[in-house]
């Protein structure tokens, strides 16, 4: 048979990236950024100036709720239409009515973020569900 | 040896950290200076007292939150 030599022509781009790839060995596989996002907004809650929108959620319920933050510091914690189970608790008397099924939750220590008020919250909630 | 991520539930900054075992909480918020917080695995899980070792109670890499103190109560219902 008879050949004949045409010359020679680079390699196709993705050829030539395989075979660098395979002389250079594995390039080290990329570090995933982890986001660093505070407890309120990792769990949904959306801000809006001084104040905050979401739920306090547990394994048990999620409750629909609203945090103001005040130019002083201080931070009110409010909570819609509480079940039974947290009127039950004996920190009910801790749940201010503030008209339309809307609650202020009383902090006797307050906290000192928003994140923080949260989660004592969602503890509490849990808490009257297990007892 | 055991590594953690501190999550600061305020800001969402992560601390990472190597613990020893009989590493307390306590030593734990001491070292990443932070003396008026409480760790814990999340809210639905107790809070770490003080002098309790978290070593055995955490998984290698694992995410635990540090927040501030705080208590739902009026005077009285302390």
Redesign the interface.
């Known amino acids: 048979m008879r050949i004949r030599d045409l010359g020679t022509r680079p390699a196709p781009a993705a050829l030539q990236n395989l075979f660098a790839r395979v002389t250079r060995g594995q390039a080290p596989p990329p570090i995933v950024e982890?986001?660093?996002?505070?407890?309120w907004?990792?769990h949904g809650w959306a801000q809006q100036g001084n104040i905050y929108t979401g739920s306090y959620q547990?394994?048990y319920a999620a409750f629909q709720g609203w945090i103001e933050q005040e130019r002083s510091g201080r931070i009110n914690f409010y909570i819609y239409n509480p079940s039974n189970n947290i009127r039950s608790h004996?920190?009910w008397?801790?749940f201010q009515h503030r008209g339309n099924d809307w609650y202020l939750?009383?902090?006797?220590?307050?906290?000192?973020?928003?994140?923080?008020?949260?989660?004592?919250?969602?503890?509490?909630i849990?808490e009257a569900y297990e007892r | 040896m055991k590594k953690l991520s501190v999550v600061v539930a305020g800001t969402g900054q992560i601390r990472d950290v190597e613990i020893q075992p009989g590493t307390t909480a306590g030593d734990v918020l001491h070292q990443l200076n932070l003396p008026d917080y409480l760790l814990s695995k999340g809210p639905n899980e107790p809070f770490f007292a003080s002098a309790e070792s978290v070593y055995d109670k955490v998984k290698d890499g694992e995410k635990i939150f540090a927040s501030t103190k705080a208590e739902v109560g009026v005077a009285v219902c302390a």
């Open positions: 982890r986001r660093q996002l505070p407890y907004q990792e547990t394994p004996s920190h008397t801790c939750v009383h902090m006797g220590r307050e906290p000192r973020d928003v994140s923080s008020g949260i989660m004592t919250i969602e503890r509490l849990k």
